[in-house]
């Protein structure tokens, strides 16, 4: 079993830069990619960015340019840089980690992101 905790949330105004960490404890030796989600209100939850175990990323278009995505696997923690943040990136966010095949074998509790105009 793996519990992920997410932190760094919280509001920011337009155009500034917020960074999500992404802890995980336990031990699945299946867990292959982490990586981040979002979810506004109203909508679905949409991919936002992931990484492999060894370092391959992949990101939405949108998020393209300004989000980056890291891990740190001595510290089992992945990371979120996100800059220029826009008002429509307000959302929860939601850590992930998922198997070889692209299944999600477990989510984090979220954190809120907030941005003002």
């Known amino acids: 079993q793996v519990q992920l905790v997410e932190s760094g949330g919280g509001l920011v105004q337009a155009g500034e830069s917020l960074r999500l960490s992404c802890v995980a404890s336990g031990r699945d030796f299946s867990i292959f990619v982490m990586g981040w989600y979002r979810q506004a209100p109203g909508k679905q939850r949409e991919f936002v960015a992931g990484?492999?175990?060894?370092?391959?990323?992949n990101y939405a278009d949108s998020m393209k340019g300004r989000f980056t995505i890291s891990r740190d696997n001595a510290k089992n923690t992945v990371y979120l840089q996100m800059n220029n943040l826009k008002p429509e990136d307000a959302a929860v966010y939601y850590c992930?980690?998922?198997?070889?095949?692209?299944?999600?074998?477990?989510w984090g509790q979220g954190t809120q992101v907030t941005v003002s105009s």
């Open positions: 992930y980690a998922g198997n070889k095949y692209n299944v999600i074998d477990y």
């Open positions: 990484i492999s175990s060894g370092g391959r990323t």
